[in-house]
């Protein structure tokens, strides 16, 4: 052991439990800080070299966001409900109450629709 060390186990020795746990906390929050640092440090030098070969870090590793969402549009309706043309349905999707229950009347789905 060096002398730091055998000098630091020596301090330890004159310590509470109570300030042996506030040290543990202090340490741990420390090599917490320390690895976060570390992975900026590193993400930063990544993300410079993929820029520096034309890419974004996130289009490389595939992260979710890289994509632009498609936008959550209702759709286009391709059938109606003949008691009520308010009433629409894109085809897709879980069929509503009014196109099962045409159906089981008798109506093709053709008859259904748009």
Do not use: C, H
């Amino acid at each position: 052991m060096s002398n730091v060390t055998n000098t630091l186990a020596s301090d330890l020795d004159g310590l509470s439990l109570a300030e042996l746990k506030a040290l543990e906390k202090k340490i741990a929050k420390a090599i917490a800080s320390y690895e976060d640092r570390q992975r900026a440090t590193a993400l930063a030098a990544l993300e410079m070299k993929a820029k520096e070969m034309g890419f974004s870090l996130a289009e490389l590793t595939g992260v979710a966001g890289v994509r632009r969402a498609k936008s959550k549009s209702a759709g286009i309706p391709k059938y109606a409900n003949p008691a009520d043309p308010a009433q629409t349905w894109t085809g897709k999707g879980r069929r509503p109450d009014w196109f099962v229950a045409a159906v089981a009347s008798g109506k093709s789905p053709e008859d259904l629709e748009i």
